[in-house]
């Protein structure tokens, strides 16, 4: 079930120590913002919001763009539209299925963008539900073991309730069904391990592997829909292995 997942994990933990950090605050501060909306301000309360708030430590936001984005979910500064969430499918160049989440002011500016980057990388967009079918909604923690033992931070996942667990040398990656999620992050919390990510997720049910040329060229169009202003998580099922994530980092 990993590849992307792990990807995606490991490039927003370097965009919140380099120059993208700023763009992953506006995202973050976007999803603080919509929970807020959806929930209330209390964390205790509304677990979307905790979520969000919980990312924004781990990228090491700052103070005050928290609370800003807290105070406009909250309605209390007068400004920022309200922000809709869009779920977009499509194809890769060779054929993968990619889901796209976004947070839109402009469902018309939105699409568009997503449409173009798309074809620009030899994929399209395609129609609701084309490849939603393969994808089940899940909860996903990424956990750095350090010098904790894999197998070890793996079994007190397990015991905690999670459905899956896949092992790296420097990451555990668990997976919870949706109702678990809560108390699957809860118990790895009071472990104090650390968690790199925590979210709900759409998680591959099976993954597509390519050569190696082509799946450096799927890459490109999963980073470049992750670049998109209104973009907050893209998911795809292409299988994408340790050393295809160097060798990308290295052609960067």
């Not at 990993?2 to 605050?25: C, P």
């Not at 005050?64 to 909250?74: P, S, V």
């Not at 070890?152 to 420097?170: M, P, Q, Y």
């Not at 997720?201 to 799927?218: C, D, N, R, V």
């Amino acid at each position: 079930m990993s590849g992307h997942s792990k990807w995606a994990t490991i490039k927003r933990a370097k965009a919140a120590n380099d120059a993208k950090r700023g763009k992953l605050f506006t995202k973050i501060g976007h999803e603080i913002m919509v929970a807020v909306r959806q929930g209330g301000p209390d964390p205790e309360v509304n677990f979307r919001l905790r979520m969000a708030l919980e990312k924004a430590k781990r990228a090491n936001m700052p103070k005050d763009n928290i609370e800003r984005a807290i105070k406009r979910g909250a309605g209390e500064t007068g400004e920022g539209a309200d922000l809709i969430e869009c779920i977009y499918e499509g194809y890769g160049p060779h054929g993968t299925a990619i889901m796209v989440q976004a947070l839109t002011d402009n469902r018309n500016r939105t699409v568009s963008e997503v449409r173009h980057t798309f074809a620009r990388y030899g994929g399209n967009l395609g129609a609701e539900g084309c490849v939603a079918w393969m994808f089940s909604r899940k909860g996903y923690i990424a956990i750095n073991p350090r010098d904790e033992d894999p197998e070890e931070v793996a079994l007190a996942a397990i015991d905690a309730g999670a459905e899956d667990v896949e092992i790296s040398d420097d990451l555990v990656e668990v997976y919870t069904q949706v109702e678990d999620f809560k108390a699957v992050q809860e118990a790895l919390e009071a472990a104090s391990y650390e968690i790199v990510s925590a979210q709900l997720s759409w998680i591959p049910q099976s993954t597509m592997s390519l050569g190696e040329k082509e799946t450096l060229q799927t890459m490109k169009l999963l980073e470049a829909l992750e670049e998109l202003d209104d973009v907050q998580e893209v998911y795809s099922n292409l299988d994408i292995q340790d050393e295809m994530i160097a060798k990308y980092e290295e052609a960067a």
